[in-house]
């Protein structure tokens, strides 16, 4: 198992922007899929959106699709996320994850073998 680490989290108002960075910690791993997930409270964590090392493709759920961009470097392992336009409903522990074990585009949380430990971002109306 590999930390990954999080950071670019904070207060924003509604209409701004943010961006993410995420990194891992220790050792060098191997990684099929690494991306963001996000939770709020009282809610699942939900898949915001991916990058495919393998098939050198991102991929988005709908509700952030237009807003927000991932961006990565694989050699590195380092993910981004550039969040724009962000709403209320945007506010969430943000978590960035990696898969080692599952090819293709996933989204699920148990598809995701390495995790960080979240950064808040809050957007206030």
């Known amino acids: 198992q590999v930390q990954l680490v999080e950071s670019g989290g904070g207060l924003v108002q509604a209409g701004g922007s943010l961006r993410l960075s995420c990194a891992p910690s220790?050792?060098?791993?191997?990684?099929?899929?690494m991306g963001w997930f996000r939770q709020a409270p009282g809610s699942e964590r939900e898949f915001v959106s991916a990058?495919?090392?393998?098939?050198?493709?991102?991929y988005y759920a709908d509700s952030v699709e237009g807003r927000f961009t991932i961006s990565g470097d694989n050699a590195k392992k380092t993910v981004y996320l550039q969040m724009n336009s962000l709403k209320p409903e945007d506010t969430a522990v943000y978590y960035c994850?990696?898969?080692?074990?599952?090819?293709?585009?996933?989204?699920?949380?148990?598809?995701?073998?390495?995790w960080g430990q979240g950064t808040q971002v809050t957007v206030s109306s």
């Open positions: 220790g050792r060098t791993f191997r990684s099929y899929v």
């Open positions: 990058i495919s090392w393998s098939a050198t493709t991102t």
């Open positions: 994850a990696s898969s080692h074990t599952v090819l293709g585009f996933p989204r699920a949380p148990r598809s995701f073998d390495d």
